[in-house]
């Protein structure tokens, strides 16, 4: 893997908290969720970059919580229950309750 998948991996495993292995059959074997935690860590990025600007970070902010959702019920489906906290950390690092 490289460096970029790298991130979008340790990012999934920290905030769905789900183990290694799991995450890395997933990967390999889904290209669709390869790519929904490629988009992730993007959104992500682009949220960190954007937070001044109060429009913009909202919307990737929108697009993060949308993707997180999907990744979690894509989880859900492959018989892995990840934690709920995916969530809360962009609001929780920013300092808003949304």
């Known amino acids: 893997m490289g460096n970029g998948e790298w991130k979008a991996n340790e990012l999934i495993l920290s905030l769905f908290s789900i183990d290694e292995f799991s995450l ?6 889904h290209p669709e969720f390869k790519s929904l935690c490629e988009d992730y860590t993007i959104a992500n990025c682009a949220l ?3 937070l001044q600007d109060a429009t913009k ?16 019920i894509f989880l859900g489906e ?3 229950q990840p ?6 950390s962009w609001s929780s690092q920013t300092g808003n309750g949304s």
């Open 24 to 29: 890395r059959r997933l990967w390999i074997s």
């Open 48 to 50: 960190e970059h954007w």
């Open 57 to 72: 970070s909202q919307d990737y902010r929108d697009l993060v919580e949308e993707l997180g959702q999907e990744i979690y």
């Open 78 to 80: 492959h018989g892995i």
């Open 83 to 88: 934690k709920e906290i995916w969530a809360v």
